[in-house]
């Protein structure tokens, strides 16, 4: 019994090892492996294939190391709705995104020398890459935060929090509106004052390599220091959370630093996480009237309670005012 007893602890060291492990392992090998493909371009195409592979990893990952049971993939009615947003509508919005940069920048045209001269052209690409992912999630910070907090903004990212679990095909369930909306806010303005567009693409490559283990279905340890430094699964499933307490922040999705200065950060070791989704969920169960989540929200804005909604809350169109 005695070595079956040293056997059960040295089995549970490993595991907790191994659950230190795999988050920096995983960011590295894929960090690794996509600059490898998708070279100093940042080619946003040779990523996306790379990022499914990665999805692949982490999915068999989830299998091993499951941090709910409730949250198994395998089980998830919505499965198939989220592969199929995740391929759809991401390249719908991606397609109609590069329609209005272009259209955008065509508009602004040039005059951008002044502000590109102070771009560090000199600083090793690397070191630029890590710059221009800094700005241009500032940015989408605040795209993020607006989505909440605008009541006529929620509809579009009402689908991305209609999720009732998490697990890594999550972080691909977005709005193609929503994929537009950061082309127009993010990329654009970068790209506009005077940034090479293949540096501003890079935000698309590290939110590929970031966005899916974050949402993923992974019991992880981590270091309390390394959830202020880049986003952790367990720091995001805060803002996936039903309580509002918790959903209202944590809107950065690669660098906590935004969420700490605009006081809006919260930690997961001192926030316990309940359930996440949203509470009398209203988005509908079928892929089609998913699509057209946004135009049945906004017909029915007068019916619910505007400041729930816009804090991405119950969101419940039934309800009366």
């Not at 191994?18 to 392992?25: E, R």
């Not at 982490?58 to 499965?79: G, I, K, T, Y």
């Not at 020398?113 to 700005?135: G, N, R, Y």
Request: glycine share 8%; net charge neutral; with cysteine.
């Amino acid at each position: 019994m005695i070595p079956v007893a040293v056997d059960s602890r040295a089995a549970r060291r490993e595991h907790v090892v191994v659950s230190y492990l795999v988050w920096p392992l995983f960011l590295g090998a894929a960090t690794v492996v996509v600059w490898q493909v998708a070279g100093p371009s940042g080619d946003a195409r040779s990523a996306f294939l790379v990022a499914i592979g990665l999805i692949a990893v982490l999915f068999v990952l989830e299998r091993l190391l499951p941090c709910r049971a409730s949250w198994d993939a395998l089980r998830d009615p919505q499965l198939a709705h989220d592969v199929a947003h995740g391929i759809v509508q991401n390249e719908l919005g991606t397609r109609l995104g590069e329609v209005a940069l272009a259209a955008l920048l065509a508009w602004s045209g040039p005059g951008a020398d002044h502000a590109a001269a102070l771009w560090p052209s000199t600083w090793p690409f690397a070191a630029q890459v890590i710059l221009v992912v800094f700005l241009a999630d500032g940015l989408e910070y605040w795209r993020h935060r607006f989505l909440h907090e605008v009541p006529w903004l929620w509809p579009i990212h009402a689908l991305h929090h209609s999720a009732g679990r998490m697990h890594v095909l999550k972080g691909g369930r977005l709005h193609l509106l929503d994929l537009l909306l950061r082309y127009v806010v993010v990329f654009a303005p970068l790209i506009a004052v005077g940034i090479p567009r293949p540096l501003v693409l890079w935000y698309t490559v590290a939110l590929l390599i970031i966005g899916p283990i974050s949402h993923g279905n992974l019991a992880l340890r981590f270091p309390g220091w390394v959830h202020r430094v880049l986003v952790t699964p367990p720091e995001h499933h805060l803002h996936h959370a039903c309580d509002l307490r918790l959903a209202r922040g944590n809107y950065a999705p690669v660098f906590p630093l935004w969420d700490i200065l605009f006081g809006t950060y919260r930690h997961p070791d001192t926030h316990p996480l309940g359930d996440v989704g949203i509470e009398h969920d209203p988005v509908p169960a079928t892929f089609l009237r998913q699509c057209l989540t946004p135009l049945l929200l906004w017909r029915r804005l007068g019916s619910f309670d505007v400041p729930a909604a816009a804090a991405g809350a119950s969101l419940d169109v039934h309800a009366p005012r």
